[in-house]
């Protein structure tokens, strides 16, 4: 397969919520190349994309994809629900990850704007509690790294929209426990350290990478910064939810 046919091949996987296996030409593609498939890949699926999700925002996430940084990838509209939704539970659903959003105010950064963490906040116009459904549609295990993830739409699967945060710049982002349950029963605890140390980081980490790529985060953009907790394994007919402290909660549920 050269890249437009791995990319073809993704973006069918997606549509049918299925996985495939892939057969590279080339074993040796770079995270560059990664990317370029990205483009097309979510180019072919179709979809409009509503921002951005950041994974690996961690050095033990790193690790586990044998990479050295963050990755980043594409929310579809197709996949944005808000919380309380119910969705099946297709083969490129894995898992539930808890995760503050950003939603964008305006374009950021705006002309000769340097990008920083106050820049960045100055930009917000909300931030929710979430829940990011990741997933591999790439079926090969050789490819669970951060480049074939990458390629993968960045492991996005779903994206579920919880409570606003009231007054969020005078919250603590960082130090609220976070908890994720099944069917109320808590499961994994966490907080926002994991997400490159506070989630703001991570919005100014991934403005940084579209700027370098000659883009920028646009207004009404969502921006998944990174998961608080442990992975859960998404199950059929069971509910999984995030209670962020006093913040808010969310929920969605598997057919």
Request: glycine residues 10%; hydrophobic residues 45%.
């Amino acid at each position: 397969m050269n890249k437009t046919e791995i990319a073809s091949a993704i973006a069918e996987a997606r549509k049918a919520g299925e996985q495939v296996d892939i057969v590279l030409n080339d074993a040796t593609l770079s995270r560059d190349d990664a990317m370029e498939i990205q483009g097309l890949a979510f180019e072919a699926f179709g979809s409009p994309s509503v921002g951005w999700k950041v994974g690996a925002t961690n050095a033990a996430a790193q690790s586990n994809f044998g990479i050295d940084s963050p990755f980043y990838g594409p929310i579809a509209e197709a996949g944005v629900v808000k919380s309380g939704a119910s969705l099946p539970k297709l083969a490129c659903i894995g898992a539930m990850e808890p995760e503050y959003a950003f939603r964008m105010k305006r374009d950021f950064p705006a002309a000769g704007e340097e990008i920083t963490e106050e820049s960045a906040a100055d930009a917000v116009d909300a931030v929710h509690v979430a829940i990011e459904m990741i997933g591999r549609c790439i079926g090969n295990s050789q490819w669970a790294n951060g480049v074939g993830v990458t390629m993968d739409f960045g492991g996005n699967a779903a994206f579920v929209i919880g409570d606003a945060i009231k007054d969020w710049r005078s919250q603590d982002l960082v130090n609220t426990p976070v908890t994720a349950m099944v069917d109320g029963e808590a499961v994994e605890t966490g907080n926002g350290e994991p997400v490159m140390g506070a989630p703001i980081k991570s919005l100014v980490w991934l403005a940084q990478q579209l700027a370098e790529r000659g883009s920028m985060l646009k207004a009404g953009d969502w921006v998944s910064t990174g998961t608080c907790t442990p992975p859960v394994p998404a199950q059929v007919g069971k509910t999984l939810s995030a209670k962020f402290g006093a913040l808010g909660s969310v929920s969605v549920s598997f057919t």
